[in-house]
């Protein structure tokens, strides 16, 4: 049996001597291809067309969401001011406050609100905006796991 024992022993370590041998191989090539100044301009190159081409598309999709955005901001002020008009505060605040998120200036949108709200409602508008970042930071947070579980 010390044959055996023997045999496995040698090729046990022709086996790790072919695997340290492999990776010094890869190990020097990368070396050598990382301090390549064309491979460094390759790589440069070819960062700069991605990052070129994630912001054309970038904006051809905000280009066709725009206008669906602004209609349903103005859907969201006008049921907020319906809401109003028949007295239940409370819906209009809850579709101004959906305004506000949708808003891509919400500073200016609350200046809106401010001059042309009464006191009272644009009060509970104010009380509002926290609870409603907390919300929408919890379906952001809640999206991104979403999109990050594989089932």
Request: net charge neutral; hydrophobic share 40%; aromatic share 8%.
């Amino acid at each position: 049996m010390p044959g055996v024992r023997t045999l496995l022993g040698l090729l046990a370590a022709l086996a790790v001597c072919g695997v340290v041998a492999f990776l010094g191989y890869c190990v020097y090539f990368d070396r050598k291809r990382r301090g390549d100044p064309a491979f460094k301009r390759r790589l440069r190159d070819k960062r700069r067309a991605e990052q070129a081409q994630a912001k054309e598309r970038g904006a051809q999709l905000w280009d066709s969401a725009n206008e669906k955005l602004q209609e349903l901001l103005l859907h969201e002020v006008q049921m907020g001011e319906l809401w109003l008009s028949r007295g239940e505060h409370r819906m209009g605040v809850e579709h101004l406050s959906n305004a506000l998120l949708l808003c891509g200036q919400p500073q200016e949108l609350l200046k809106v609100f401010k001059l042309t709200l009464p006191p009272k409602v644009f009060e509970m508008l104010l009380h509002k905006i926290p609870l409603i970042c907390q919300q929408f930071e919890a379906d952001m947070n809640e999206q991104e796991y979403l999109e990050d579980d594989p089932d």
